[in-house]
T-cell receptor, first 117, second 113 residues
Framework: GAVVSQHPSRVICKSGTSVKIECRSL??????MFWYRQFPKKSLMLMAT?????????EQGVEKDKFLINHASLTLSTLTVTSAHPEDSSFYIC?????????????FGPGTRLTVL | AQSVTQPDIHITVSEGASLELRCNYS??????LFWYVQSPGQGLQLLLK??????LVQGIKGFEAEFKRSQSSFNLRKPSVHWSDAAEYFC???????????FGKGTTLSVSS
């Protein structure tokens, strides 16, 4: 159990286009999902916290108008990179916390590799 | 501010040798503690976690970690490393239920034959 999927696993797009990344909890309900970004050979940096039915909370320095997050259901959160530029190329990973859990355990998706040409 | 430190950027061990990866955290209370492993281009796999109780925790793939409150450490160990253990290892802490994780910068493990 406790599986999180991401789609797509890889995406290549042209500069100026928008890309949507989906994060799904497959066998549990997730009231909270987190979006992280990982640069090559770097650690994971939290971008935003997504709560079902409410606006996402963005970390300092993350442009909320550029990285649109929607968490419309208990099993799906989406990250849309708007007007993507080459500097947005990165590995994006989501995680989900089970609604019924009293602990801090999160389950991570396999990540999405975004390349902006 | 809360932080996680992994002092070793890159470690090389011989296959069959023992391994210890260090992790220290800065936080007033005992956080939730995790070790993850990441292979190139892949997502994160949870090796083990500590929430409370026995300070020596067993994980998957023969890994274990020991929480030492006095040293604010949560070091990862394996008695005999296999070539397939070569990967990036991340220590992470959670400061409370429902909060995001704070990751260390990672330690790259290479295994020599």
């Amino acid at each position: 159990g406790a599986v999180v999927s991401q789609h797509p696993s890889r995406v290549i797009c042209k500069s100026g286009t928008s890309v949507k990344i989906e994060c799904r909890s497959l066998d549990f309900q997730a009231t909270t999902m987190f979006w992280y970004r990982q640069f090559p050979k770097k650690s994971l940096m939290l971008m935003a916290t997504s709560n079902e039915g409410s606006k996402a909370t963005y970390e300092q320095g993350v442009e909320k108008d550029k990285f649109l997050i929607n968490h419309a259901s208990l099993t799906l959160s989406t990250l849309t990179v708007t007007s993507a530029h080459p500097e947005d190329s990165s590995f994006y990973i989501c995680s989900a916390r089970e609604a019924a859990s009293a602990s801090n355990e999160q389950f991570f998706g396999p990540g999405t590799r975004l390349t902006v040409l | 501010a809360q932080s996680v430190t992994q002092p070793d950027i890159h470690i090389t061990v011989s296959e069959g040798a023992s391994l210890e990866l260090r992790c220290n955290y800065s936080y007033g209370a005992t956080p939730y503690l995790f070790w993850y492993v990441q292979s190139p281009g892949q997502g994160l796999q949870l090796l083990l976690k500590y929430f409370s109780g026995d300070t020596l925790v067993q994980g998957i793939k023969g890994f274990e970690a020991e929480f030492k409150r006095s040293q604010s450490s949560f070091n990862l160990r394996k008695p005999s490393v296999h070539w397939s253990d070569a990967a990036e290892y991340f220590c992470a802490v959670g400061l409370g239920a429902g909060t995001a994780l704070i990751f260390g910068k990672g330690t790259t493990l290479s295994v020599s034959s």
